[in-house]
């Protein structure tokens, strides 16, 4: 089919670097690569490498939160994603926001122009060898590599932190608790009229009641999250000209939050002042005591997030549009414990809140908590080995990897370990923003650059 790539027996040029994993992240790094004329070998367990998990999806409905113009895979061409859209379709617009599965169609088109070696497998560990890293593969197989870089993306959602009690020890309740959204096909066997309590409100949550909706759904919708808010809108802004934090601004949550509130009554919208911060986040963060940013992430992170992540025009006219018709109800609490209904045929949610403990019945609840990236607590067999090993320690929090300012893999003592990297999501836990594809695709190139220039 077009666009999916075959395994290649052909030895890249130059050193042989080993990129695990072929979602956006190790995408955008093989074509990095690729343009310095370097080639590399991608592990990937999934079918179909480029689009990963967040641009794999087959629903129309889901967008790109991003204006288009802004997606381009290089760094020195932030275009070229909408150049690519406008040799297939003259009418597309750099202001619009498209399916994110067309995004994941451009993602494969990369590889395929890149012609990288694919070795479909999931990578089980690391030893060193020789000359570099040996990855072992869970077929029997491995890889010899210079370099390994850790382009692991997201993992599914963690499970929610309370029990799922059930007599019969079946942790989907009877398949009324789905854990995973992005693996329940949707409408998934959940019932036109059925209700059903989203266990999450960020754009997880949003992604779900699109898709469910799409599906025929008609039935009443509850999201149920700690803070009780969901994600703001895209609007059209006048950008600002400088950072809505000046430079000698003290590193800290409080100075943050004046800098921005300054700038707001200043009269600036609140869009331009939040995105205004985004090319020096990661230094404002870095530069901030770790007492400040336990205190941002204890007091603002949650409110950054729904300002920073927003949703599409669109998609927030139809989310307020069936709140206003009571489809979708929003409410706040924290699940502390989840248990099959007495009938047998529905599950009961137990919830507190502001105003105390109350309970939700519904047929269905579906986790839309978001991925996780705490490699330590399962999920990533790689991660976990390299953990024991003592080849890598998690980063702040338990997210991502510790690492160097370059992206260098931390050992447990805290030294750099040679010829270990990461890359993307990979990064959260040393940076403050690593997931979305204008700061990966600089991460994409200074690495190429690094790992291109250390080779030769």
């Known amino acids: 089919m077009p666009g999916v790539l075959k395994p290649s027996s052909g030895a890249p040029a130059g050193p042989t670097i080993a990129i695990i ?50 997606m381009g895979a290089d760094a020195d061409r932030p275009e070229h ?34 012609a990288p070696q694919v070795r479909q497998a999931r990578a089980m560990g690391l030893r060193r060898a020789a000359r570099g890293w040996a990855v072992t593969l869970d077929g029997g197989g491995t890889v010899l590599a210079d370099e390994v870089v850790l382009a692991l993306g997201h993992l599914p959602p963690a499970p929610l932190p309370c029990p799922a009690d059930d007599p019969t020890g079946d942790p989907t309740l009877g398949g009324h608790l789905h854990p995973d959204p992005w693996r329940l096909r949707l409408p998934g066997g ?55 934090v000046p430079p000698g601004t003290p590193p800290g949550a409080l ?28 230094a404002l963060w870095q530069a901030a005591p770790e007492a400040e940013r336990a205190r941002f992430q204890r007091h603002l992170r949650h409110r950054w997030e729904v300002a920073r992540h927003r949703m599409a025009p669109a998609v927030a006219d139809e989310i307020d549009r069936l709140r206003a018709q009571g489809v979708l109800d929003l409410r706040r609490g924290r699940v502390e414990a989840l248990r099959r209904d007495a009938g047998g045929d529905g599950l009961v949610i137990e919830a507190r809140g502001p105003e105390g403990a109350f309970a939700l019945r519904a047929d269905h609840a579906i986790c839309c908590t978001g991925t996780s990236l705490r490699y330590g607590q399962g999920g990533c067999a790689l991660a976990s080995a390299l953990f024991a090993q003592g080849l890598a320690r998690p980063g702040r929090d338990g997210i991502g990897f510790a690492l160097t300012a370059e992206g260098r893999i931390e050992d447990a003592q805290g030294a750099p370990v040679a010829g270990l990297w990461a890359i993307g999501p990979a990064r959260l836990g040393a940076l403050f923003e690593s997931s979305a594809i204008p700061e990966i695709r600089q991460q994409a190139a200074a690495l190429a650059a690094r790992l291109t220039g250390a080779a030769g």
């Open 190 to 244: 959940i019932g036109a009229e059925a209700e059903v309590v989203l266990v999450g409100a960020g754009l997880t949550a949003v992604d779900t009641v699109l898709a469910l909706r799409a599906g025929g759904h008609r039935g009443r919708l509850v999201a149920l999250s700690r803070h009780g808010r969901l994600p703001q809108a895209h609007r059209t802004v006048t950008p600002l000209a400088a950072p809505a």
């Open 81 to 114: 994603f909408i150049d690519w859209l406008r040799a297939r379709d003259p009418s597309a617009d750099a202001a619009d926001f498209v399916p994110r599965g067309l995004y994941g169609r451009y993602l494969r088109a990369l590889l395929d122009e890149a």
């Open 21 to 70: 994993g072929a979602g956006a992240s190790g995408t955008l790094l093989a074509r990095a690569l690729w343009r310095r004329g370097q080639g590399c070998v991608l592990v990937e367990a999934g079918s179909v490498p480029g689009p990963g998990l967040a641009y794999a999806t087959r629903h129309p409905e889901h967008v790109l939160n991003v204006r288009a113009g802004a």
């Open 255 to 282: 100075a943050l939050l004046v800098a921005l509130r300054r700038a707001i009554a200043g009269g600036a919208d609140w869009r331009a002042a939040v995105d205004s911060l985004r090319p020096v986040s990661n």
